[in-house]
């Protein structure tokens, strides 16, 4: 007999947590946690200066984007703490309703100024400032050409977007133009959008020959500066500036994470692209407006760097970045060369046509010799960021050193002979590192 009711039976369907279960880089996690090799989430507790505290010891820190050293400056934090003062912790709100203040406008009027724009909007997050803008400019039947090492924010936006993406092997000038040459029949606008300095190798987009291909053929063009603007440049506006093709870039992005000491992004661009930005960008629109503190932090870092101190602070940077490099190539480890900017780039850190970024990486190669060489200098006391597989190519592992302007002659001194003792020690017991001329 048929029951008058039966319950339904629940469907089989795959549990969507599932994929966190046994991905394929679990193992190699606990095993670099098994052996206490792993180089992220450790825990800074100091300010982020030349030499921390990190997890109870002294490191010298050769792993931040603070680039100008302006996070310990008295006038940015007490940028910060009259925003807060005045304004209070938050602003619970977006700027489109109830989260502008002043110091919002008058941040966008000295970017603009700074960068030379019409016109600039500030983001909450740099990240935020590259999805907000590429997922709104762009849009389906349109064509961006990206570089294959920009941020992976650049990345989200175009897919966000759901624009054509075409990449382009990484600093490839005539893989650039083949893109460009496809993008001709798909039947949309076109944008390129590259890093002016590569996050990861430290390395300069040659601005000038993008430039004359975008125009080449109808395109237009957004350099992402996050990690140029505050180093590259009389003004320190970035690597457009540095190359002089500022007039021919049409949209510039920066953040407020590195060389101006706080947390936020920025577009700066022609006042009808940044108007278009503020009334359509979801990104803009629907997340709360940044906390006054880091606003008021960034316009004070701003404003040192346009003033009679930002100069010296470029050159110091700059400065170091070479002596850190050259140091590092001396000791017999395989470093970036200079990187040739040519005879017309000008500005501070430029030396007989050739340029060092404050990224200096160190190239390793193997995976695990990378989080092992990393451990080697963390108990030397110094602290390197680690990027392996997927963030690289495989085989590809890299020791990523940067520095600051306000790092000295002494501290990169010490530093460099913890690097000689590691490298010792390290290449008696697992083997030789790759060798100058190898990166």
Same mark, same amino acid.
């Given at each position: ?16 947590? =599932? ?7 679990? /193992? ?74 002043? @110091?919002?406008?008058? @941040? ?29 400019? @762009? ?18 936006? #175009? ?51 993008? #430039? ?13 500066? /996050? ?35 706080? #947390? ?28 006054? =503190? ?50 017309? =780039? ?29 451990? =080697? ?63």
């Amino acid at each position: 007999m048929t029951p008058p009711y039966a319950a339904p039976s629940t469907p089989a369907v795959p549990d969507v947590f =599932a994929k966190v279960r046994g991905h394929e880089r679990a /193992a190699i996690l606990a095993a670099a946690r098994e052996a206490d090799v792993l180089p992220y989430f450790h825990t800074l507790t100091s300010p982020a200066l030349p030499v921390v505290q990190m997890e109870g010891g002294r490191r010298i820190m050769l792993g931040s984007n603070n680039y100008l050293g302006l996070t310990g400056d008295e006038r940015v934090m007490q940028g910060a703490r009259d925003a807060l003062d005045r304004y209070g912790t938050g602003l619970t709100g977006s700027r489109l309703l109830n989260g502008t203040i002043p @110091l919002h406008l008058e @941040l966008e009027q000295e970017i603009a100024q700074w960068m030379g724009t019409e016109d600039a909007i500030v983001f909450t997050t740099g990240h935020q400032a590259n999805l907000g803008t590429l997922g709104t400019i @762009l849009q389906p039947g349109d064509t961006v050409v990206a570089d294959s090492g920009d941020h992976a924010s650049i990345l989200d936006g #175009c897919l966000l977007s759901k624009a054509k993406l075409r990449p382009f092997r990484h600093n490839r000038l005539d893989k650039l133009e083949k893109a460009l040459q496809r993008a001709q029949t798909d039947g949309g606008g076109i944008l390129v959008v590259v890093d002016g300095v590569f996050s990861m190798e430290g390395d300069i987009a040659d601005l000038p020959a993008i #430039c004359d291909l975008v125009e080449r053929y109808g395109a237009r063009l957004m350099v992402d500066e /996050a990690h140029g603007a505050g180093v590259l440049g009389a003004r320190g506006a970035g690597a457009s500036e540095l190359y002089g093709v500022e007039d021919r870039v049409d949209l510039r992005m920066g953040t407020f994470s590195k060389s101006l000491a706080s #947390c936020g992004g920025f577009i700066a661009g022609s006042h009808e692209v940044v108007e278009y930005l503020r009334i359509s960008s979801r990104a803009f629109l629907f997340t709360a407006s940044g906390v006054p =503190a880091a606003v008021g932090a960034a316009l004070a870092a701003l404003r040192v760097l346009r003033g009679p101190d930002g100069p010296p602070l470029l050159q110091g940077v700059l400065d170091n970045a070479r002596y850190l490099r050259d140091g590092l190539e001396d000791l017999g480890y395989a470093v970036v060369r200079p990187q040739q900017v040519g005879p017309d =780039a000008s500005g501070p850190g430029v030396v007989d046509g050739d340029i060092v970024t404050p990224i200096v990486p160190v190239l390793v190669g193997d995976d695990w010799k990378a989080a092992l060489l990393w451990k =080697a200098l963390w108990d030397g006391g110094v602290f390197v960021n680690t990027a392996l597989h997927p963030a690289v190519p495989p085989g590809g592992a890299l020791l990523r050193t940067s520095v600051m302007a306000t790092h000295d002659t002494p501290v990169l001194d010490e530093a460099l002979a913890v690097f000689a003792q590691v490298k010792r020690t390290f290449e008696d017991a697992h083997g030789p590192l790759p060798g100058p001329g190898e990166h």
